[in-house]
């Protein structure tokens, strides 16, 4: 048996009730055969133990009391992965989901995705199973102090820095920085994501978007292409998906087609986006809502239909883990899609992914196409350290040269390796090289 499979079936039997974790690691062991079946240094080093293992996982609960006086108690998660190349980074999800298996392949994959950043960054996640939907301002507030009452004693400028992620926006991360400034006494940069008026950094709420239509945009110059005249579907309708959808139009797109967690519009002249930014981020609405003011578009709910049934050039799924299928990945290849980009974490199943693969169609896993979120995250830590700020057009400018970065990264490793345009295989030899350098030369710890 070998080195790989070794630990694929170690992490079936250690981790069996965890499939979303077994899910990403296997995704990604498989893709390293090519590297550490040829060198039995990484096996001798117990490499890949060290690296599937966190280095630490923290669970605790959360009590708290709502407006009518109620205690409710939820569960919390916070996982420091690797911290080979710079402190723990990553965000922190509130949603009903959240459980062990969750955190650990968002930590996993957070880790090979700021590697591919170049900026130092090791990988952690964090969350909690707390759904601030439906909760009044006050309860969203106890909630967040409570559960930073618990996780300021783990987290630290330059030991581990979370962010925002699914549920947790700048309300959130606003009462968390609040108690853990109120708890240490100290105005420190250990949450990014932060407001622009208390150290916060321009663009970031742009980034993720943004930074996905930019690695998409540098394989297309490579083409002699771009996105002016593209169609483009995206699924979800949050910050990441708004924003691909922004800076797609900006350079020439029409984005036909955006969804939430009920139902999907199809609009074939182009969305507006101002009308989906005041249904979704100002008024909170349902899509819904969108094709009562258009009437020229069309909604269909989730059960009746799917977002990747639409003919496009390009699809961006931006929601959520696990939504595009492998039903999902034959529609796109019959009705011509050329690119997936992954705007989300680990949208797109296995099965998807190869079939995608197999047909051509050029795929950018998460942990590329989604990395300018923590990039400009961590061009917030830079600022906040130096105590400077700089101009969105700065911060954007290297979001750009970041994202360049890292598909000329994917690209060249691909076709080191003999596999041209895989940029999944890219992504994950790309990460794991500059990880696994960083742990060898630190000795076994």
């Known amino acids: 048996m070998s080195y790989i499979d070794k630990i694929i079936a170690q992490i079936e039997k250690k981790d069996a009730g965890q499939p ?12 390293l055969r090519i590297i550490v079946d040829k060198d039995s240094i990484y096996e001798k080093a117990g490499l890949l133990e060290r690296l599937i293992e966190p280095e630490r996982l923290i669970v605790f609960r959360v009590p708290w009391v709502d407006d009518a006086g109620n205690v409710h108690v939820n569960r919390a998660y916070r996982v420091q992965y690797n911290s080979a190349i710079g402190p723990y980074k990553g965000g922190i999800r509130f949603h009903p989901s959240v459980n062990q298996s969750i955190i650990k392949f968002l930590g996993f994959e957070q880790t090979l995705k700021n590697a591919l950043t170049g900026l130092p960054m090791g990988g952690g996640k964090g969350g909690c199973d707390f759904d601030p939907k439906g909760k009044t301002e006050n309860e969203v507030m106890r909630f967040c102090q409570s559960f930073m009452t618990e996780l300021y004693r783990h987290i630290g400028p330059d030991t581990d820095v979370p962010a925002g992620d699914i549920g947790v926006g700048a309300r959130e991360v606003g009462f968390m920085y609040g108690q853990y400034k109120r708890i240490v006494n100290n105005f420190t940069g250990v949450f990014t994501g932060k407001g622009l008026t208390w150290g916060g950094s321009l663009g970031r709420t742009e980034a993720t978007g943004y930074g996905l239509v930019y690695i998409v945009n540098e394989y297309l110059k490579g083409k002699d292409d771009g996105f002016k005249g593209k169609k483009v579907v995206i699924s979800g309708s949050g910050n990441v998906a708004i924003f691909a959808a922004q800076k797609a139009i900006s350079l020439g797109a029409t984005v036909i087609s955006m969804s939430d967690s009920n139902g999907f519009i199809f609009h074939k002249d182009g969305i507006n986006l101002d009308s989906i930014k005041e249904v979704k981020l100002v008024k909170r609405e349902r899509l819904t809502k969108y094709a009562e003011l258009h009437k020229d578009a069309v909604y269909t709910e989730a059960s009746k239909g799917r977002v990747w049934d639409i003919a496009c050039d390009i699809a961006l799924p931006c929601a959520t883990q696990n939504e595009l299928f492998i039903d999902d990945a034959k529609s796109l ?22 079939h995608l693969l197999q047909n051509n169609v050029a795929f950018f896993p998460g942990k590329a196409a989604n990395a300018g979120g923590v990039s400009t995250s961590g061009l917030e830590m830079s600022q906040n350290s130096t105590r400077i700020s700089w101009s969105f057009d700065e911060v954007d400018s290297k979001l750009k040269t970041i994202m360049a970065g890292i598909f000329n990264s994917i ?13 999944v295989l890219g992504a994950n030899l790309a990460g794991f090289k500059k990880v696994a ?3 060898m030369d630190q000795g076994v710890i």
């Open 437 to 439: 350098k960083a742990m």
């Open 20 to 31: 979303e974790f077994i899910q990403a690691s296997k995704e990604v062991l498989e893709s």
């Open 411 to 423: 690209d060249s490793a691909a076709k080191e390796y003999g596999k041209p345009g895989n940029f």
């Open 333 to 354: 290849v019959k009705n011509g899609c050329k690119i997936v980009g992954e705007g989300a974490n680990m949208p797109t199943t296995m099965d998807a992914t190869d």
